[in-house]
């Protein structure tokens, strides 16, 4: 997911009876929603309510929202004093035989990020309207009942304690993102600007939040113990046990941390350390990754190698960045070190990684910001090419983040009974992570421990993206210990074998992606897709999904995956060039929930000025076309949004100058490019940490 406005409302647009006033989140009635007191857990509930008429319209499937709530007082391990976490989850039974079908947790990454975002697995798809859906033949409940999970608290529809303010969509006045009002204020307020909406939000203050992913799997292990003793709709209907989780992005830290954490409580409740009586072992089988940042001591260098060097033969950056680049990562003192530094402190400083001791805090977070700014953030600092897919030229986004607009729609809230607005990406969230430098103090290590313990290992990729690249993701696949050395030997042994998808006529996806597996890894590198490469490449990414659960290889869905197995052909796949096609799949998008990222300069001012005509959350005027590229980047009409943006003509060396960057920058108020006398070159490259590193 892009970088997304940090706290998203419900705004108004009076151009369209579909975007009229809005109001503060009521609230569900009581009447509306059913209420499960835990019978193990004093405090703790689960409410919830059936939402089969919204996504989900498959007749006889049937789908329900909520909230876990759970009170401070089950949280001991999660170090904040006064914490009361409700989650919201949203719970979709399979289409095919939900009663004996597995579960699999879906979350995505950030940090901050909701996961009802716009990717291929979900239900349904939002349409361009922002205000209906259409059902997905390719979601991921098609076989498997998925329960997907807005963490951590701050989070899409998660929240700690409830507040009303205001919220400007713009944000050029950091002081002005979200505003608190009192109840008076609140009720007395209209709305009279466009872009300045009511919004009632988790209220963003670092007591009522965590700011590790280490706290983040203690959370959601709690949320796990309740939902999946005492949920109804699960536990009496659905006989499989199995339980899966997948993540996307910084869910490639998330995901790993979490599942590894559940699996060391179901060792302490095996060996009775924990309350068999309270506590259920979790039958934990898959981890699955999709464009996954895992370990930045791995995949670091692998960015500037990608930027200058890819199989799309775009050259984003020029040999001078590249090599100062690549030096500011392994001089002394540069990142690889100081990515050392955090890790060495951390065990004593800080062993269980709650983010409470300020100096480990203060080296991790100097490792990841230094290693973002010279050396990961080369794309951003020295071109406009998007990070998230090189074949595109910022604004250009795809796919098209209609979901933002859509979950702030008010009878879309009334619908799920939530109890705030819905924040797609916060950047409340993510300053808190990056202040503890979660990025830099987490590695492979737990993988690599669900993997020894038998647990499958699914890694996809999507090989546009720069942001968590597929180079980067394969090092990390290819350092992975197996339980028996045979196995780790066979791995890195496999060569890459074509997956074999039937042709899809709307998508055109034979052909479309290669795979290494062998024991319980493997590593899928999908062709012609950016970061979201399940939106990319739906059929693929369905593909690999339900072979994966089912323990057949990935190649053909013929074979299941047991003893001496593994995937022939060549070793290296970077011999496998792409062509990036010429033709965007569709046309500009600015969107007033995501200005920071889809809109021009000229949009972002008219917004701010008043002047813009805005139609189902949507800019019109000023238009996003016309502004030309000389770097063979523009396709004629600004930035379409799809898959290519017409830099597929040749190689394209250097991108966009630091002044279009600084052009874009100063319309939304930010800092510009700034030099940095760091390596042999002084790598210059924005030293304000983006909206979104890794969502």
Not at 96 to 120: C, M, Q, R, T, V
Not at 419 to 425: A, D, G, I, R
Not at 533 to 546: E, H, L, R, W
């Amino acid at each position: 997911m892009r970088a997304a406005i940090a706290i998203a409302a419900t705004a108004s647009f009076l151009t369209s009876p579909a975007t009229a006033q809005r109001n503060f989140v009521p609230g569900p009635e009581p009447d509306e929603i059913e209420t499960v007191l835990s019978k193990k857990f004093p405090g703790a509930s689960i409410t919830y309510k059936s939402t089969n008429t919204l996504c989900e319209t498959t007749p006889g499937v049937n789908s329900y929202s909520g909230y876990v709530h759970l009170p401070s007082s089950l949280l001991g391990d999660v170090p904040i004093q006064g914490y009361n976490a409700s989650m919201f989850f949203w719970y979709f039974q399979a289409r095919n035989n939900p009663s004996k079908a597995p579960l699999s947790i879906y979350i995505s990454g950030g940090p901050g990020e909701s996961s009802f975002d716009e990717s291929s697995n979900f239900p349904c798809t939002v349409n361009p309207d922002s205000n209906s859906t259409t059902l997905n033949k390719d979601s991921w409940n098609t076989n498997v009942n998925m329960l997907y999970i807005d963490q951590p608290i701050g989070t899409g529809f998660s929240y700690s304690v409830i507040a009303n303010g205001i919220r400007d969509l713009v944000g050029l006045d950091p002081e002005r993102v979200f505003v608190p009002l009192s109840p008076e204020e609140a009720s007395s307020f209209k709305q009279t600007n466009i872009t300045v909406v009511p919004a009632t939000i988790s209220a963003p203050a670092p007591q009522f939040a965590i700011n590790t992913t280490a706290s983040a799997a203690r959370l959601l292990w709690h949320f796990a113990q309740l939902w999946f003793q005492e949920f109804p709709e699960y536990v009496n209907k659905t006989s499989s046990d199995e339980i899966s989780i997948w993540g996307n992005s910084y869910g490639g830290f998330y995901a790993p941390a979490i599942f590894a954490y559940f699996e060391r409580q179901n060792d302490k409740i095996s060996s009775r350390n924990l309350k068999s009586s309270t506590y259920k072992v979790l039958n934990l089988a898959t981890i699955g990754l999709t464009n996954a940042c895992i370990d930045g001591k791995i995949q670091v260098p692998f960015y500037p190698e990608f930027a200058y060097n890819n199989t799309y033969d775009i050259q984003a950056i020029s040999e001078d960045v590249y090599k100062s680049a690549m030096t500011n990562f392994t001089m002394k003192g540069g990142c690889s070190d100081l990515i050392d530094a955090c890790r060495s402190a951390g065990p004593q400083g800080d062993p269980f990684q709650t983010g409470a001791n300020p100096l480990v805090n203060q080296a991790c977070a100097f490792a990841t910001i230094y290693c973002f700014t010279y050396v990961q953030g080369v794309v951003e600092g020295y071109s406009l090419l998007n990070p998230f897919d090189i074949a595109l030229t910022r604004p250009t986004q795809y796919p098209v983040f209609y979901t933002l607009a859509f979950w702030n729609q008010a009878w879309v809230q009334k619908t799920l009974g939530v109890n705030v607005n819905h924040t797609m990406s916060s950047n409340f969230v993510r300053d808190l992570f990056f202040a503890t430098g979660d990025l830099a103090r987490l590695d492979y290590t737990d993988l690599e421990f669900l993997l020894k313990k038998g647990k499958n290992i699914v890694m996809v990729y999507g090989d546009r993206d720069f942001r968590c690249g597929w180079t980067g993701g394969e090092a990390v696949s290819l350092t992975l210990e197996h339980g028996d050395k045979e196995t780790t030997d066979r791995f890195k042994g496999a060569g890459y074998a074509d997956i074999e998808v039937e042709q899809d006529e709307d998508t055109g996806t034979k052909g479309a992606g290669v795979v290494r597996q062998a024991g319980k890894l493997s590593f899928s590198r999908v062709f012609d897709a950016g970061h979201n490469v399940g939106a990319y490449q739906p059929k693929v990414v369905y593909t690999i999904f339900d072979r994966a659960m089912n323990g057949l290889d990935i190649a053909t869905g013929e074979e299941k995956v047991e003893g001496g197995y593994a995937t022939g052909g060549d070793k290296d796949s970077s011999g496998i060039k792409n062509v990036v096609p010429k033709k965007p799949i569709v046309g500009p998008v600015c969107l007033v929930y995501q200005v920071d990222s889809t809109c021009t300069p000229e949009q972002v001012l008219a917004l701010n000025n008043g002047t813009a005509k805005v139609e189902q959350f949507v800019v019109t005027e000023p238009s996003a076309g016309g502004e030309e590229d000389d770097d063979g980047g523009d396709d004629g009409n600004g930035n379409g949004n799809g898959p290519d943006n017409g830099n597929g003509n040749g190689q394209q060396q250097g991108g966009n100058t630091t002044q279009d960057v600084d052009k874009r920058d100063a319309a939304l108020g930010r800092f510009g490019m700034m030099a940095g006398p760091v390596g042999v070159v002084g790598l210059v490259v924005a030293l304000v940490v983006p909206a979104a590193l890794f969502i």
